[in-house]
Nanobody, 115 residues
Framework: QVQLVESGGGLVQPGGSLRLSCAAS????????MGWYRQAPGKQRELVAT???????NYADSVKGRFTISRDNAKNTVYLQMNSLKPEDTAVYYC?????????WGQGTQVTVSS
């Protein structure tokens, strides 16, 4: 069984920072690419950032320079450091594990950016 558990969401003022964590259990992590996605109310789920098993990263244009994805294979955890947060970053953030032909998702964590 593969389980992904996100944490670290919350309410933050514009310009603030949050760090999301995604802890993976089961027979998955160090050899798998991982990603963060988000879904705002009334919108489709969108890619935020991905990180390969070798540490290569990719970001959506909207978060480049503000967000950083990283992973700690010893802890089976992937992180998303979010700085300079904007109201438009408000969404439920989901962790994803790529394991072709399967994909695994966490339950999501709410991030709200508001004054």
């Amino acid at each position: 069984q593969v389980q992904l558990v996100e944490s670290g969401g919350g309410l933050v003022q514009p310009g603030g920072s949050l760090r999301l964590s995604c802890a993976a259990s089961g027979s998955i992590f160090s050899n798998n690419d991982m990603g963060w996605y988000r879904q705002a109310p009334g919108k489709q789920r969108e890619l935020v950032a991905t990180i390969t098993s070798g540490g290569g990263t990719n970001y959506a244009d909207s978060v480049k320079g503000r967000f950083t994805i990283s992973r700690d294979n010893a802890k089976n955890t992937v992180y998303l450091q979010m700085n300079s947060l904007k109201p438009e970053d408000t969404a439920v953030y989901y962790c994803k594990a790529f394991s072709p032909p399967y994909n695994y998702w966490g339950q999501g964590t709410q991030v709200t950016v508001s004054s």
